[in-house]
């Protein structure tokens, strides 16, 4: 099963194995809140700055996630299903809550795992 939820909620214990999925550590978060840190299952960079600072939609963000982790980063993706294979259950975590944000790239890896197996 394939969970997420925002770093900053507190931990519930049928969250399973919980895997940080942020590029960067982020601020004021104990390291022993997580069980994994993928830090290649992020968005790059690049992408999160065109979403965040420059406009990009939501629609487009969604699609070029979905082709950096499938076309460059597929291990990501592997390494997440071994987990959730080992631990039955798994939360992605990154720094956004929703609400107040629409949405997050952990969504979409939610999704993209339950797509390709």
Known sequence: MI??????????????????????????VRRDRVD??????????ELLNA??????????????????????????LQQLRDLEREHRTLTLLCHERIPPQEHCHREVLAQLLGEVR
């Not at 049928?14 to 550590?25: D, F, H, S, T």
């Not at 979403?51 to 990501?76: C, K, M, T, V």
């Open 36 to 45: 994994a840190w993928i830090k290649v299952a992020a968005p790059s960079a």
């Open 3 to 28: 969970r997420h939820a925002s770093i900053y909620q507190p931990t519930e214990e049928e969250q399973g194995w919980r895997v940080l999925i942020m590029r960067y550590w982020p601020r004021g």
């Open 51 to 76: 979403y965040n600072h420059e406009g990009l939609s939501w629609d487009e963000f969604e699609r070029r996630y979905r082709d950096e982790i499938l076309q460059e980063r597929p291990e990501a």
